[in-house]
């Protein structure tokens, strides 16, 4: 079976319209990518654990931000390489340049022997949804539809 993550959309709705929240991954592989980089906080789902409480708990991780406001599903798609990821939006307001996120080890440079901390997030910023389809992951896209059409409703 392959891997399932979750994760949430944040938006908010201002006077320049809708606006969404997307983060740009940390660690040496992302560093020099943007555009098609950006993506929804997201991560694993732990054995047992609840898709909702896991989109939580990693929007706590990865922006330092308790969620207050309740999440809207946004259903699950496939991305490119096989994982599962299940999205829920939240209407939400966040500061950007307040965003800590948590760290992960790796090997780097590969094969060095050395083992360096990276952040799991390095970036956080609202985009409007034109932009957000421009620079977002492409297999991540279709949650950007689907809070559109979530919100036509």
């Known amino acids: 079976m392959p891997p399932r993550s979750a994760g949430v959309l944040p ?3 201002g006077k320049n319209g809708l ?3 997307l983060v740009h991954p940390g660690g040496p ?8 980089a950006w993506q929804i906080p997201k ?10 409480a896991a989109a939580r708990r990693e929007a706590e991780e990865e922006l330092g931000v308790r969620l207050t406001s ?12 096989g994982k599962r ?16 996120s948590i760290s ?29 389809a421009e620079q977002m992951l492409l297999s991540q896209r279709p949650f950007l539809e689907r809070l559109q059409a979530l919100l036509d409703r």
Not at 29 to 36: E, Q
Not at 70 to 81: K, V
Not at 85 to 92: G, I, K, P, R
Not at 110 to 131: I, K, T
Request: no cysteine; proline share 6%; net charge negative.
């Open 85 to 100: 990821v299940e999205a829920f939006a939240v209407e939400q307001e966040i500061d950007t340049a307040a965003v800590t």
């Open 29 to 36: 592989y992302w560093r020099r990518k943007d555009k098609g």
């Open 19 to 21: 606006a969404v929240l």
């Open 104 to 132: 992960f080890e790796m090997e780097w440079p590969p094969r060095s022997g050395r083992m360096q901390s990276f952040p799991e997030v390095d970036a956080a910023r609202w985009f409007d949804l034109a932009d957000a």
């Open 70 to 81: 309740a999440l809207q599903p946004l259903g699950e798609l496939r991305q490119a390489g």
């Open 43 to 52: 991560g694993m789902i732990e054995e047992g654990e609840d898709p909702e």
């Open 11 to 13: 938006y908010k709705l």
